[in-house]
Every structure is written in structure tokens, then in C-alpha cells.
């Protein structure tokens, strides 16, 4: 899926917490640090870099092509460990321990302890982990391709997901239903300064709707995008993939969509 639904999945889910947490963390970083888990597990396809094969290719001494890499089934190919669970929590530790040495060298007299540390940001913890899982949710529903899906339960071999229920882009409605679920819990925790009441709850009815609709619009798509390996279809299905946002949103929000997707510099 697009790197932007990926982003706003990430908001979505810290938008839940950040309207229910009893945290002192501003909501501005739990929404941030929710974008970054959102996009992160992306890292992977750095290996598609027109420098790679000269920088980080020759550093690591690697024998097979950036292309070879990522469109391998090696751990570090696209949809590989960096789209497991086990990544979420391990990469969410390592910028942890980054984020303490930070606090370690900025407050040299004020120090925490590196548990008290931890135990004061888990919220943000949580949060990189929520984002790198609904970026890997949002994934599973893509085509197969060459991997077979995702490397959900890196270190096992196996590969999830892949049924091709959505086309790698052109995801306006799915984008749409994310985005205004995510303002609506961005709205309420603004809200909530300054009306008393529980916005947790509330927040985490609209991400159920949010979810419900996403779950509606991949299983209503008339096009099955599935296929394995690479396919000679890629056109044709990113055509259908097109007239069935054209349908399914009308000419006018169709049309200023296809504008915003111009404009970015992004695959959309
Ligand atoms: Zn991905």
C-alpha cells in the first residue's frame, strides 16, 4: 500500500491512545512518533535507492543488486523482517535505548534511571509498535507478488497475507476513511481540553468504524488484484484499480483525488 495510508494508519492508531492516556506526553509527539511507526516497516525498500548498490551495497559488501535485494525473499527484502511483529518490537526497543542516550548526554545532572526512563515514554513505545502493525495489517491485503505476502512471524520462514483484496495504490476511499476517523479523534482530544469528558472511549468507537470501513471497502472491490511472481497485467489492474475508485466515489471527489495523487511526488 501507499506510503501516506501507511502514515495516517500510524495516526489513527496514536490517535486512540493519545485521546485515552493518562500521560503528561504532549498529543502533537504521540501522533508523531504514531507517523513514524506508520511508515517505518517502508524502510526496507530503501534497497530500490538508485545509489544503493554504490553506498550501502559496497559498505556491507553485499554480492546481489539493490533490485535483486528487494524484490528477494532474503530477510532484509522488502516485506521481510522489517514487516514482522518481531521488528515492530525490537526496533521500537533499539530507538528507546537512542532516545535514552539522548535524554543521557542532554541532562547531565538530571538523569533518569534507564527503567524509570522507559516506564515514563512506554506510551511511545506502544505507539511505534501500534504504527508498524497497522502498517503491516494495511500491507496483508496487497497482492502476493514475488514474496507471498508479509514476513508477519519473522523468524519463521512463512509469509501472511497476499490475497490481492486491494491494488497497491489508488486507495482514495480507503485513505479517505482513515483520514477523516483520524480527525475526528484529533478534533475530540482538542476538544477534551476544554469539555470534560471521556474521549477514550469514543476514540476507540471510531477507530472500530474506521476499521469496519476499510474491512467494507476491500471486500466490496469487483476486481481481484491477486497474483504471484511478477504479473504482465501490472497496467490492466492499475487501470481497474482506477475506474473502481472513478465508481466507487463519483466524478467529482474522484477527480480532486486523482489531482492530490498528481501533485505528490509519491506512488498514491
Ligand atoms: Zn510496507
Redesign the pocket.
Known amino acids: ?1 501507499d ?1 501516506l495510508t ?1 502514515i495516517i494508519s500510524g495516526v489513527a492508531a496514536s490517535s486512540v491512545v493519545a485521546a485515552s492516556t493518562k500521560s503528561k506526553i504532549p498529543a502533537p509527539r504521540i501522533l508523531a512518533v504514531g507517523a513514524l511507526g506508520g511508515a517505518f ?2 524502510i ?2 530503501i534497497s530500490l535507492w538508485s545509489k544503493f548498490d554504490s553506498t550501502i551495497g559496497k559498505w556491507f559488501g553485499l554480492t546481489h543488486t539493490g533490485k535483486e535485494i528487494y524484490f528477494g525473499k532474503f530477510w532484509y527484502s ?2 521481510g523482517f ?2 514482522s511483529i518481531a521488528a515492530a518490537i525490537m526496533i521500537g526497543f533499539l530507538l528507546g535505548c537512542l532516545a535514552y542516550l539522548y535524554h543521557w548526554l542532554q541532562w547531565q545532572r538530571q538523569r533518569d534511571p534507564f527503567t524509570r526512563f522507559f516506564k515514563t515514554n512506554s506510551t511511545l513505545y506502544l505507539i511505534f509498535v501500534l504504527g508498524c502493525l497497522a ?2 495489517a ?2 496483508l491485503i496487497t497482492p502476493a507478488s514475488v514474496w507471498g505476502g ?1 514476513r508477519l512471524f519473522c523468524p519463521h520462514a512463512g509469509y501472511a497475507g497476499g490475497q490481492g483484496s486491494v491494488w497497491w495504490w489508488n486507495n482514495y476511499d480507503i485513505f479517505l476513511i482513515i483520514a477523516t476517523g483520524t480527525l475526528l479523534n484529533i478534533l475530540l482530544i482538542v476538544v477534551a481540553k476544554h469539555i470534560r469528558f471521556r474521549t477514550g472511549v469514543i476514540s476507540f468507537l471510531v477507530a472500530l468504524l474506521i476499521l469496519a470501513g476499510v474491512w467494507r471497502q476491500a471486500a466490496a472491490r469487483q476486481t481481484d488484484y491477486a497474483y504471484t511472481g511478477h504479473t504482465g497485467q501490472y497496467q490492466q489492474l492499475e487501470q481497474k484499480s482506477r475506474k473502481e475508485q472513478q465508481r466507487i466515489l463519483g466524478p467529482k471527489l474522484y477527480r480532486i483525488m486523482e489531482r492530490f495523487d498528481n501533485w505528490l511526488i509519491i506512488n498514491f
Do not use: C, E, L
Request: cysteine-free; overall charge negative; hydrophobic content about 40%.
Open positions: 500500500m506510503i501507511h516497516p517502508d526496507d525498500a522488502h516485506h522489517f514487516h502498517h503491516v494495511g500491507d508479509v
